[in-house]
């Protein structure tokens, strides 16, 4: 800008806008809202535009009483895709109705443990149980099958066929139900997209329109509704709401959190600390591949989790390791 360049810069992240923009346009539904200079507008008044009602920031958490240990994890060790060691020793449990949040600087072993739990990737050593049954060596049809749903980090690369129908891809896993003498029911399945989109507010033609087609919003409300009309007892969420606009984040929340009245387990992994700690009931901090910090929402201080996330065990003041369960 100071080059007297012209930069217009696309973005769904409200601080990009007001802090380094001169102007900005909102575009909502492939119309022009309105064109405000950005000394006059706010996260607020922006979000509003861009969704065309209020959304709320802060997240509304409703006590739910914890139930039985849904997943199990115990002394998870794991290899990266190059052979180095990603996982040291993972402990923790999530039981049904609970948020558990991994907190974490990008690169600590998050990718690798999300893996771990859908049984995309095969533990080096550890256990891992859900609901008593042990999965530690399951493929991932298994895991889906023992309850476990997956948000995945990269919704095109995993979490959908994107050249297929939404109809097809919103049976991925349960399109025996929809399977009749060897043959596909796809009034049936289609019938069940189209109550997706309905209950999803995803803006899609038709059922029968490729996964491609759709906004990245809309396809992320898509694999949240697959996942979640399964019923799951755990649901491994890795970044749900990364890349969405503010009106499918504060949506995709709200339905997660809902699940857990249906006494649903979630792990949640996302880079967003504020989503972690509004939304966990117990967050847990990974450094290096090693747990190395827990603690309640009620308790969490964010200057804390921010130096383990760093720091790893050299965060605690007093020089000792602090261990699962120490804060909790």
């Known amino acids: 800008r100071e080059d007297g360049t012209t930069i217009i810069l696309i973005t769904h992240k409200l601080t990009e806008v007001t802090e380094i923009a001169d102007r900005t346009t909102v575009l909502r539904d492939g119309n022009v809202v309105d064109t405000i200079p950005v000394a ?44 180095y060691q990603a996982l040291d020793g993972v402990d923790f449990s999530v ?15 998050q990718e690798q443990l999300a893996e771990c739990l859908v049984g995309l990737r095969e533990p080096t050593g550890g256990r891992i149980e859900v609901d008593g049954v042990d999965l530690t060596d399951a493929t991932p049809q ?8 997956y948000i995945p980090a990269d919704r095109y690369e995993r979490g959908v066929a994107p050249e297929m129908s939404l109809t097809h891809n919103a049976i991925l896993k349960n399109h025996r139900e929809f399977t009749s003498g ?16 309905d209950e999803y507010d995803i803006m899609a033609q038709s059922p029968d329109m490729s996964a491609n ?24 969420a890795q970044h749900p709401t990364r890349g969405v606009d503010v009106g499918s984040m504060e949506y995709i929340r709200e339905v997660i959190l809902q699940q857990t009245h249906d006494g649903t387990g979630v792990f949640l992994v996302s880079d967003d600390l504020d989503e972690v700690m509004q939304m966990s009931d117990r967050i847990i901090v990974i450094y290096e591949g090693r747990i190395v910090h827990t603690t309640t929402r009620e308790a969490a201080d964010r200057a804390t989790i921010g130096r383990y996330m760093m720091e790893g065990e050299h965060a ?8 699962v369960g120490d804060a909790a």
Not at 185 to 190: F, G, I, K, T, V
Not at 316 to 321: E, I, L
């Open 40 to 83: 006059e507008a706010d996260r607020d008044r922006l979000a509003e535009m861009m969704v065309g009602r209020e959304v709320l920031f802060d997240i509304h958490r409703e006590d739910v009483e914890p139930g039985d240990v849904r997943l199990e994890v115990d002394g998870v060790t794991a290899l990266d895709d190059r052979g």
């Open 95 to 109: 039981r049904g109705g609970e948020i558990v949040g991994l907190a974490g600087v990008s690169g600590n072993g």
């Open 316 to 323: 605690d003041d007093d020089g000792a390791a602090v261990q």
């Open 142 to 149: 298994r895991f889906a099958k023992s309850g476990v749903s």
């Open 213 to 236: 087609k759709l906004s990245g919003g809309n396809l992320q409300k898509l694999i949240v509704g697959r996942e979640l009309s399964r019923q799951p007892d755990v649901l491994v």
């Open 182 to 197: 060897g043959r596909l029911d796809y009034a049936s399945a289609r019938e069940f997209t189209q109550g997706l989109i």
